[in-house]
């Protein structure tokens, strides 16, 4: 059974363009959650999501940041005109269920030039 | 809100000495209650959580945490660490109930080294 699978591992954009992290979980796991480590700091949650639904993006900065988990297809999450301070390491988990452990993937490192 | 505290960002002992890697969280309910691990560039891996029941959690490498209510405490510990050991370890808690149920509150982490 494979694991959570995130890509790319590594992705470097200039200032100004659009970043796509994909994410796909583990086999019959419908419940996706994102978090972004900035350097020295632990992992912050941005998002979670369901199957076709938004559950709660409490932690998603309000411009340029969106997710989406399609009924078929990886979860994206995407940035639009990043900036330097998006630089990052974007890690997504999934889960069977809500509070059941979440399975962390190897993570996508931004680089923002 | 939630938050969660590690006391140290850096530790170093010994192969072969006791680890004991702090955490305490803020919480007027007890959380359910997360240790991970994360080696250079990869993702976390769950070490142990407690939910409910026997306060003592046996996890994976032999690691144990002891929940302690009176002290919001989660502490990690290992009773001889090995060179394998050399990672970071985050601290996590979650909401039982309430519309943040399921979102992993994080520590800032522990680097362990472990010295020949």
């Known amino acids: 059974n494979a694991g959570v699978m995130q890509n790319p591992r590594h992705l470097v954009r200039r200032r100004g363009q659009e970043a796509r992290l994909r994410c796909s979980p583990m086999k019959g796991h419908s419940h996706v959650y994102w978090y972004r480590q900035l350097p020295e700091e632990g992992l912050k949650f941005m998002v979670y999501l369901q199957k076709e639904n938004i559950i709660d993006e409490s932690g998603m900065p309000k411009e340029r940041f969106s997710a989406e988990f399609p009924k078929e297809g990886p979860s994206i999450l995407r940035i639009q005109q990043v900036v330097r301070g998006d630089s990052a390491a974007y890690f997504c988990a999934s889960s069977l269920a809500i509070q059941e452990t979440q399975y962390f993937g190897p993570g996508t490192r931004l680089l923002v030039l | 809100a939630q938050s969660v505290t590690q006391l140290g960002s850096h530790v170093s002992v010994s192969e072969g000495a006791l680890v004991l890697l702090r955490c305490n969280y803020s919480?007027?309910?007890?959380?359910?209650l997360f240790w991970y691990v994360q080696y250079p560039n990869q993702g976390l891996q769950l070490l142990l959580k407690?939910?409910?029941?026997?306060?003592l959690v046996k996890g994976i490498n032999g690691f144990e945490a002891e929940f302690k209510k009176s002290e919001t405490s989660f502490h990690l510990t290992k009773p001889s660490a090995h060179m394998s050991d050399a990672a970071e370890y985050f601290c996590a808690v979650s909401e039982q109930y309430g519309g943040s149920q399921g979102n992993l509150i994080f520590g800032k982490g522990t680097k362990l080294s472990v010295k020949p």
């Open positions: 407690y939910t409910t029941g026997a306060t």
């Open positions: 919480s007027s309910v007890p959380p359910y």
